[in-house]
């Protein structure tokens, strides 16, 4: 049986999709499962990591590969991938083009993380769009999210009227995710934290929606 492919995709830059790549990737080795990640974003944030989690050996590789595609040859790239994992992660430029449209087509789930701003909200709907024309579940991650804020509580009920399905779990504004993408790890890996935590219920969550899928 083929893994699950999940796209992680967002328009507007800066909103996080490398982070809840990374962050997503660990959290399903801390499940026993195996990952592979696809890089189809130029920038290359997500290849970067993972020569530095191979370089610092800050966590486990052996159930974790990495590879890079164009647009246009994820499809041939997910396909060999699916094969032997249980999970692919697809990290995306930040754009919603027809560009985007192979990786979204391959997706069994597409994850929008939306750094909380109402402008990261506005550039959703494209992406949202796109997953609608191609029949695709997307799932909404409020990222960087400060709890008791006007501006939190704001883009958080905003969300909920882009018709579209929203994380339970929110990851917080929280100094350790820049660090621990720094340093090829995931925020998860190590002591425990309450990153650990939003990482572990976001990953718990997500494998639930692509089980129920």
Avoid: C
């Avoid at 550039?123 to 579940?137: P, Q, S």
């Avoid at 883009?155 to 994380?167: C, D, G, H, P, T």
């Avoid at 995710?177 to 995931?186: H, I, S, V």
């Amino acid at each position: 049986m083929a893994g699950h492919v999940i796209t992680v995709a967002q328009q507007k830059g800066g909103s996080g999709k490398t982070t809840v790549s990374a962050n997503l990737a660990t959290g399903f080795l801390r499940q026993g499962k195996r990952v592979a990640l696809v890089d189809i974003d130029p920038q290359g944030s997500l290849g970067r990591w993972f020569m530095t989690r191979i370089e610092t050996e800050t966590g486990p590789v052996e159930n974790l590969e990495f590879a890079t595609s164009s647009a246009w040859g994820i499809t041939y790239e997910v396909r060999k991938l699916s094969d032997n994992h249980d999970i692919v992660i697809i990290d995306t430029p930040p754009k919603a083009d027809s560009d985007l449209r192979p990786a979204l087509r391959v997706a069994d789930l597409v994850v929008v993380p939306v750094s909380v701003s109402h402008v990261d909200l506005w550039a959703t709907e494209g992406v949202l769009d796109l997953a609608r024309r191609e029949g695709k579940e997307a799932l909404v991650v409020l990222n960087r999210a400060r709890k008791n804020t006007r501006l939190g509580s704001e883009v958080a009920e905003a969300a909920e009227k882009l018709m579209a399905r929203i994380a339970e779990t929110t990851l917080a504004n929280r100094v350790i995710y820049a660090e621990a993408l720094g340093q090829g790890r995931g925020a998860a890996e190590g002591r425990k934290t309450p990153a650990q935590a939003e990482v572990d219920a976001l990953t718990s969550e997500v494998a639930q929606v692509l089980a129920n899928g």
